[in-house]
T-cell receptor, first 113, second 115 residues
Framework: DTEVTQTPKHLVMGMTNKKSLKCEQH?????MYWYKQKAKKPPELMFV???????INESVPSRFSPECPNSSLLNLHLHALQPEDSALYLC????????????FGPGTRLTVT | DQQVKQNSPSLSVQEGRISILNCDYT??????FLWYKKYPAEGPTFLIS?????DKNEDGRFTVFLNKSAKHLSLHIVPSQPGDSAVYFC??????????????FGKGTKLTVNP
């Protein structure tokens, strides 16, 4: 199984809503990542978890809150988002943080109204 | 400031011919480079990588060349197939063993292979 799954595929939320994005992998990878990708832009790193501990936070606003409940799951909790947060949110995993080949999920297309 | 640049937003080639995708970087600390392919509605898929201790890495139809002095790398696809049509991202990182690093991506080049 070389798949990273993400749910939901699409999400529309208002600025006062609270929602969560979910990511799952069963490859035994110990590093997991959240990226944000706007149209015609490259993926931008948001957070890195290594061995279930947050190791990198790229100065992401606190309205984005990551959580790693176990080595297979990664969540991104969303609260009080702005319309400019609308983007494709990609989850990725790798064998360990120092392993550069990252496996990406299909992404969640988020629209904030 | 973009540290990884893909200056061609798009490239169109005929099936069977060579596709050459280019990437330039500005950060001399980068020493590991990757290419990813992305189809619509899918996440990026790892394609091939190269360490700065090499100048060429080959995997089937895909070859990556690295010119450190020019801070330039390229991906060659030979022969190109219609299924290769996708957006190709170049990415770079610093090889810090035991430490943390992140991938820095270019903006991507959309390759279209015409039958």
């Amino acid at each position: 199984d070389t798949e990273v799954t993400q749910t939901p595929k699409h999400l529309v939320m208002g600025m006062t809503n609270k929602k969560s994005l979910k990511c799952e992998q069963h490859m035994g990878h110990r590093a997991m990542y959240w990226y944000k990708q706007k149209a015609k832009k490259p993926p931008e790193l948001m957070f890195v978890y290594s061995y279930e501990k947050l190791s990198i936070n790229e100065s992401v606003p606190s309205r984005f809150s990551p959580e790693c409940p176990n080595s297979s799951l990664l969540n991104l909790h969303l609260h009080a988002l702005q319309p400019e947060d609308s983007a494709l949110y990609l989850c990725a995993s790798s064998r360990r943080q120092e392993s550069y080949e990252q496996y990406f999920g299909p992404g969640t297309r988020l629209t904030v109204t | 400031d973009q540290q990884v640049k893909q200056n061609s937003p798009s490239l169109s080639v005929q099936e069977g011919r060579i596709s050459i995708l280019n990437c330039d970087y500005t950060n001399s600390m980068f020493d590991y480079f990757l290419w990813y392919k992305k189809y619509p509605a899918e996440g990026p898929t790892f394609l091939i990588s190269i360490s700065s201790i090499k100048d060429k890495n080959e995997d089937g139809r895909f070859t990556v060349f690295l010119n450190k002095s020019a801070k330039h790398l390229s991906l060659h696809i030979v022969p190109s197939q219609p299924g290769d049509s996708a957006v190709y991202f170049c990415a770079a990182t610093v090889d810090r063993r035991g430490g943390s690093e992140k991938l820095v991506f270019g903006k991507g080049t959309k390759l279209t292979v015409n039958p």
